[in-house]
């Protein structure tokens, strides 16, 4: 684990290190860049992966200070500076996806190719928005208690032996409930602008994801110039790169080596 001093604030990562193409990863909500260890296992050495921990996660601090998904693209664009890279793949599991997207719109440039798993390019959905609220109150006002936190890991993780770990893991953070709650549900919609993202891109999708319905990603599918079709991971929930490794990895590695690798050339 390391830390770089990014845009006034301490921002915790983890890299493979090493000379192949850079591949930059966030997280989703509650989660952090550990998800993707198997990942950075199964990439390395060909590739250096990099994942990194959005702001109120992991070892990135929230600071209480508002910020919005275009703000945390520019973390990502100043980790990338502080680790001397001038462009990489960069991609993320439903908010890291968000803000991959942002990412490419800020610094065409820089992101030679994305990798969006589980994400969407609207707004927060006004039934998901009222339902997340009241989730985040009572965690704050019960803190982490298992009948919070039982559903909250089914959500995320599904029915994976990962979720225990996950729930213990609540008990002992500081959840995001504050400054990066209010980034999470009053995002905007970048989607009448996904057809300026001219880059390769992979979709992919858990087959049980019940936090983000299938046609939000058919709407990047449809939208996006250079986009893969969707690739379902059966039996994946929303976090298919910690769940379900083996199929994930086969598909990042089918990807970056028939795309993402000769954009960057």
């Known amino acids: 684990m390391a830390i770089a001093y990014v845009n006034g604030r301490h921002l915790g ?11 930059i990863l966030g997280h989703g909500y509650f989660t952090d860049h550990s998800v993707f260890a198997a990942q950075a296992e199964a990439l390395h050495p060909r590739w250096r992966v990099i994942a990194w921990d959005a702001r109120g996660h992991g070892a990135t601090a929230d600071d209480g200070e508002p910020c919005t998904y275009w703000d945390q693209a520019r ?21 890291g ?29 006004p039934a998901d928005k009222a339902g997340y609220g009241q989730m985040f109150a009572a965690l704050a006002e019960h803190g ?3 009948d ?17 770990e996950w729930r213990e893991r609540w008990k002992h953070v500081v959840l995001p409930l504050g ?21 390769p891109v ?9 936090s983000l319905p299938r046609d939000r990603m058919d709407l990047l599918a449809e939208r996006l110039p250079a986009a893969t079709p ?10 298919p790169a910690l769940t379900h490794p083996a199929e994930v990895n086969r598909v990042l590695l089918e990807f970056l080596s028939t795309s993402a690798s000769s954009a960057a050339a």
């Not at 973390?75 to 439903?94: E, Q, Y």
């Not at 996806?97 to 969407?120: H, K, M, Q, W, Y």
């Not at 709650?181 to 009053?186: F, K, P, T």
């Not at 992979?202 to 019940?210: P, Q």
């Open 13 to 23: 990562y983890s890299d493979t290190g090493g000379d192949g193409h850079p591949v």
């Open 179 to 199: 400054a990066a709650a209010g980034c999470l549900l009053e995002r905007d919609d970048v989607s009448d602008r996904l057809a300026e993202i001219t880059c």
């Open 144 to 146: 982490p208690i298992d």
């Open 202 to 210: 992979l979709l992919m999708w858990g087959s049980e994801d019940r």
């Open 75 to 95: 973390d990502v664009l100043g980790l990338m500076d502080h680790l001397g890279l001038p462009r990489a793949t960069v991609g993320g599991i439903s908010q």
């Open 148 to 164: 919070l936190l039982i559903p909250l890991s089914r959500q995320i993780i599904g029915d994976d032996p990962h979720a225990d």
């Open 230 to 239: 969707v690739r379902v991971i059966s039996g994946a929930a929303h976090t």
């Open 97 to 125: 996806g968000f803000i991959a997207l942002r990412t490419a719109l800020l610094a065409p440039e820089r992101v030679s190719a994305l990798i969006l798993s589980d994400t969407e390019a609207t707004p927060c959905d």
